[in-house]
Structures are given as structure tokens and as C-alpha cells.
């Protein structure tokens, strides 16, 4: 792999990991249509690295986020009474890191079915209509009314229906970030709750998927490390773009409309994608 090629695939993850599009979708696509597939082992490495350089931009967005709700928690397991909410009820960060948790069970259903899901992404036909099936996702949120939930008040059958809308999401083509915010804001949540707890949701997700990928990739004796300087372009740039794009998310969700207008695009390339992969394949 070149660096070129590194730099482009680092591009189209950064930008399409956050933005409703499918990442998963969109390099499917590429790989597929315009022959960019690499050996699924010899650059299993890039593979983590990109989705870790996502993960970093997360952390970074919302450190004030995570660094409450690790010291919060610490706390309360710790028995610190003094440190409770309002009422002696958990602290905000607290019950948020439940509702996190109850909303990450839904993932281990999928488990038997990862790898029938994941040669899924092969079939451009099968991702273009997924893409067109998240636009109409995203179309939707922008007719939701925004609702009052927060961390406060959100249930635990919210995080479960939220945590589902996620598991179903690691289908090729359905954007994780999509189908989770708008499935937020079907439960009442606010908007900018709603985006919130979709990417922080999403931290033990991919940090256990990042890790498992990574031993994978370590003890498969098939890396390339002369691949490893172009490697560490794409996760620079996946990273930086990835935040970027995230910034970009929350002020579209906070406007509403704007958010929707996404879904005209996952229209457009998926139906062009759907063309291409009878023309091309």
C-alpha cells in the first residue's frame, strides 16, 4: 500500500465514521467498484488503526465527558456517599455510564452473526441499498419533534432500543451515527443528547472491537511493516478529519433540517453505487 492510497482511505474514514454516510459503506464501495481491495490480513493493521484514530478524535471531542464519568464513577464504586447527586441519587455521569452499558449488551446478540454480516460488505448491490435505507433513517430525523430526555431522564428501555438501533448498525452501508441519533430522537431524547450518547455509546464498542482486531492483526505474521509509515498517514489523517467531521455532526443535528439533508446525498451514492456495480462488476 502507498501512502497516497493510505492518505485517501484515511480521508474517507475520518470524514464518513461520524457523518451519517456509512464509513463501513463508503470503503466497501471504493474497495469494490475501483479494485482498492487489499489483502484482508496484510492490512488488517491499517484497518485498526484508522478505527482507532476515530476512536482518539471521540475521546478528545468529549474528554470533559469521559473524564466526569471515570472520576464519578470511581467514586461511587469507591462507596463515596458524599459524592452522590441530588436526593442521593446517581450523579448525571454516573447513570450515564449505566445507560452506556445496558446499551452495549445488545452487540453480543450480533456476535453469531459477525462474519455473515461482515461478507456482506462484498456486495455492492446489498451496501448501495443499505446506504439508500440510511438516507430515509436520516430523512426521518429531521421530522422528529426534539425531546427532553437527557441522562437524567432517559430509561433503561431507551439505551436498550438506542443500543439495538447500534447492533444493527454494523450492517455494511447503515451508518452507526445515523441510525443511532435518529433512533435517540424517535425516544424523546434531546438533539444534542441524542449525539452525545450515540458516540459516547460507542467508545466500548469499538475500543473491544479495536483491541481483539489488534491481536488479530499481531499474531497473524502477516504484516507488513514497510506498509507502516503510509499506515500511520491514513490514522493522522482519519484522526484529524474525524474530529472534524464529528464538530461538523453536532451543529447539523442541533439544526435539525440541516441533519436531514444528508439523507439526499446517501441517496445519490447509493443509487449511483447501485448503477456502478452493474456497469463495473
Same mark, same amino acid.
Given at each position: 500500500m502507498?501512502i497516497?492510497?493510505?492518505?485517501?482511505?484515511?480521508?474517507?474514514?475520518?470524514i464518513?465514521?461520524?457523518?451519517?454516510?456509512?464509513?463501513?459503506?463508503?470503503?466497501?464501495?471504493?474497495?469494490?467498484l475501483?479494485?482498492?481491495?487489499?489483502?484482508?490480513?496484510?492490512?488488517?493493521?491499517?484497518?485498526?488503526?484508522?478505527? $482507532?484514530?476515530?476512536?482518539i478524535?471521540?475521546?478528545?471531542?468529549? /474528554?470533559?465527558?469521559?473524564k466526569?464519568?471515570?472520576?464519578?464513577?470511581?467514586?461511587?464504586?469507591?462507596?463515596?456517599t458524599?459524592?452522590?447527586?441530588?436526593?442521593?441519587?446517581?450523579?448525571p455521569s454516573?447513570?450515564?455510564?449505566?445507560?452506556?452499558?445496558?446499551?452495549?449488551?445488545?452487540?453480543?446478540?450480533?456476535l453469531?452473526?459477525?462474519?455473515?454480516?461482515?461478507?456482506?460488505?462484498?456486495?455492492?448491490?446489498?451496501?448501495?441499498?443499505?446506504l439508500?435505507?440510511?438516507?430515509a $433513517?436520516? #430523512?426521518?430525523?429531521?421530522?422528529?419533534?426534539?425531546?427532553?430526555k437527557?441522562?437524567?431522564?432517559?430509561?433503561?428501555?431507551?439505551?436498550?432500543?438506542?443500543?439495538?438501533?447500534?447492533?444493527?448498525?454494523?450492517?455494511?452501508?447503515?451508518?452507526? &451515527?445515523?441510525?443511532?441519533?435518529?433512533?435517540?430522537l424517535a425516544?424523546?431524547?434531546?438533539?444534542?443528547?441524542?449525539?452525545r450518547? &450515540?458516540?459516547?455509546?460507542s467508545?466500548p464498542?469499538?475500543?473491544?472491537?479495536?483491541?481483539?482486531?489488534?491481536?488479530?492483526?499481531?499474531t497473524?505474521?502477516?504484516?507488513? /511493516?514497510?506498509? $507502516?509509515?503510509? #499506515? $500511520?498517514v491514513?490514522?493522522?489523517?482519519?484522526?484529524?478529519t474525524? #474530529?472534524f467531521?464529528?464538530?461538523?455532526?453536532?451543529?447539523?443535528v442541533?439544526?435539525g433540517?440541516?441533519f436531514s439533508?444528508?439523507? #439526499?446525498y446517501? /441517496?445519490?451514492?447509493?443509487g449511483?453505487?447501485?448503477?456502478?456495480?452493474?456497469?463495473?462488476?
Amino acid at each position: 500500500m502507498n501512502i497516497l492510497m493510505a492518505a485517501f482511505l484515511g480521508l474517507v474514514q475520518g470524514i464518513s465514521e461520524f457523518l451519517p454516510i456509512s464509513s463501513s459503506g463508503h470503503l466497501s464501495i471504493f474497495q469494490n467498484l475501483f479494485n482498492l481491495q487489499y489483502s484482508e490480513d496484510e492490512h488488517l493493521l491499517f484497518d485498526v488503526l484508522l478505527h $482507532l484514530a476515530t476512536l482518539i478524535a471521540v475521546f478528545v471531542f468529549y /474528554w470533559r465527558d469521559i473524564k466526569a464519568m471515570a472520576k464519578d464513577t470511581v467514586s461511587f464504586v469507591a462507596g463515596n456517599t458524599s459524592d452522590s447527586g441530588e436526593g442521593g441519587r446517581l450523579k448525571p455521569s454516573v447513570r450515564l455510564v449505566f445507560l452506556i452499558i445496558v446499551a452495549t449488551l445488545p452487540l453480543f446478540l450480533m456476535l453469531p452473526f459477525n462474519d455473515a454480516i461482515g461478507s456482506l460488505a462484498s456486495r455492492t448491490p446489498f451496501v448501495a441499498f443499505a446506504l439508500i435505507v440510511t438516507g430515509a $433513517l436520516v #430523512y426521518i430525523s429531521g421530522k422528529l419533534t426534539e425531546g427532553r430526555k437527557n441522562e437524567k431522564t432517559s430509561s433503561v428501555v431507551d439505551a436498550v432500543v438506542v443500543g439495538a438501533a447500534q447492533a444493527v448498525a454494523i450492517i455494511p452501508g447503515l451508518s452507526r &451515527s445515523g441510525t443511532t441519533i435518529t433512533v435517540g430522537l424517535a425516544r424523546g431524547f434531546k438533539r444534542e443528547f441524542a449525539v452525545r450518547f &450515540s458516540f459516547l455509546m460507542s467508545i466500548p464498542a469499538v475500543l473491544g472491537s479495536v483491541l481483539l482486531e489488534l491481536i488479530k492483526a499481531l499474531t497473524s505474521g502477516t504484516i507488513v /511493516w514497510a506498509n $507502516l509509515p503510509a #499506515y $500511520l498517514v491514513g490514522m493522522a489523517i482519519a484522526g484529524v478529519t474525524g #474530529y472534524f467531521a464529528l464538530a461538523l455532526l453536532k451543529k447539523f443535528v442541533l439544526s435539525g433540517e440541516a441533519f436531514s439533508r444528508f439523507a #439526499y446525498y446517501c /441517496w445519490g451514492a447509493g443509487g449511483l453505487a447501485l448503477i456502478l456495480s452493474f456497469i463495473l462488476e
